[in-house]
Nanobody, 114 residues
Framework: QVQLVESGGGLVQPGGSLRLSCAAS??????MSWYRQEPGKERTLVAR????????NYADSVKGRFTISRDNVKNMVYLQMNSLKPEDTAVYYC?????????WGQGTQVTVSS
């Protein structure tokens, strides 16, 4: 049974930090990603990490502020978010992909507001 469970979202002030976690079960060594979705908008890629963790990619809007990492022993993926801005407010989703399989978590809300 494949399962992705996100945690770590919440309310934070602009300039603050949060770390999102994604606990994965039922599979290993998939490409893992974080996406986000604002109300009424499409889900967009935030960051991606390769199965071994050697390659990462980021959306231009988060480069230099967010860091994706993974622990393949614990089957965890993380998104460290620093210097948060109000425009980072969204539901953040964990994704696991290896063709043709594509799995999603339930999402965690991140709100950046003073």
């Amino acid at each position: 049974q494949v399962q992705l469970v996100e945690s770590g979202g919440g309310l934070v002030q602009p300039g603050g930090s949060l770390r999102l976690s994604c606990a994965a079960s039922g599979f290993t060594f998939y490409t893992m990603s974080w996406y986000r979705q604002e109300p009424g908008k499409e889900r967009t890629l935030v960051a991606r990490i390769s199965p071994t963790g050697t390659t990462t990619n980021y959306a231009d809007s988060v480069k230099g502020r967010f860091t994706i990492s993974r622990d393949n022993v614990k089957n965890m993926v993380y998104l460290q978010m620093n210097s948060l801005k109000p425009e980072d407010t969204a539901v953040y989703y964990c994704n696991a992909f290896t063709f043709p399989y594509d799995y999603w978590g339930q999402g965690t809300q991140v709100t950046v507001s003073s």
